[in-house]
Nanobody, 121 residues
């Protein structure tokens, strides 16, 4: 069984910073892409940033230049440094990992439970 546990969310004023972390644990053979997504009430979950196992990153246009994604492959963790936060960044943030639990099974997507980030104006 695999678990993704997020931490680091909370309430911050506009212009402030937060750092989200996500740790994957359980029966893990290989982790491929990891990423962060976010969702607000009534809207679809949207991509924030992803990172490959080789460190190639991809960002939503709305966060480019403000957010930085990183990962530690040895610790099965992914982080999201969020700077210059805006009220429109308020959302539940979800950690995602595309990983393989066995050499005999194809990779699957796993999600964390989500963590609230609230940016006050």
């Amino acid at each position: 069984q695999v678990q993704l546990e997020e931490s680091g969310g909370g309430l911050v004023q506009a212009g402030g910073s937060l750092r989200l972390s996500c740790a994957a644990s359980g029966t893990i053979r290989s982790i491929y892409d990891m990423g962060w997504y976010r969702q607000t009430p009534g809207k679809q979950r949207e991509l924030v940033a992803t990172i490959t196992s080789g460190g190639i990153t991809n960002y939503a246009d709305s966060v480019k230049g403000r957010f930085t994604i990183s990962r530690d492959n040895a610790k099965n963790t992914v982080h999201l440094q969020m700077n210059s936060l805006k009220p429109e960044d308020t959302a539940v943030y979800y950690c995602n990992a595309d990983l393989r639990t066995s050499a005999f099974r194809p990779p699957s997507d796993y999600w964390g439970q989500g963590i609230q980030v609230t940016v006050s104006s």
